[in-house]
Nanobody
Framework: QVQLVESGGGLVQAGGSLRLSCATS????????MGWYRQAPGKQRELVAT???????DYADSVKGRFTISKDTPKNTVYLQMNSLKPEDTAVYYC????????WGQGTQVTVSS
């Protein structure tokens, strides 16, 4: 049973933008801190952005100023707005819910061409 449903990945040129979405259940959304990770080929999965409380966020240094995490509480959905994309942002992006039980999405591919 898929608990986190991601969408919005794709192919974009360097300098472009994409917005990822992650929809989940009300229970998971309210009991967990939502965030985004990514994994590039041959590399470890890394944190991209996350909520650390209901309103505070944290970002990887590599995406600060370019990516923004946000959420729509009535829709139980978290977003990752990615601007000024670079080829090194190419990866599979995973939605994550951190809490009493961790949940992971299936991943969505983001490819940035130079």
């Amino acid at each position: 049973q898929v608990q986190l449903v991601e969408s919005g990945g794709g192919l974009v040129q360097a300098g472009g933008s994409l917005r990822l979405s992650c929809a989940t259940s009300r229970t998971i959304f309210m009991r967990n801190f939502m965030g985004w990770y990514r994994q590039a080929p041959g590399k470890q999965r890394e944190l991209v952005a996350t909520f650390t409380s209901s309103s505070t966020t944290d970002y990887a240094d590599s995406v600060k100023g370019r990516f923004t995490i946000s959420k729509d509480t009535p829709k139980n959905t978290v977003y990752l707005q990615m601007n000024s994309l670079k080829p090194e942002d190419t990866a599979v992006y995973y939605c994550h819910a951190r809490g009493p039980t961790d949940y992971w999405g299936q991943g969505t591919q983001v490819t940035v061409s130079s």
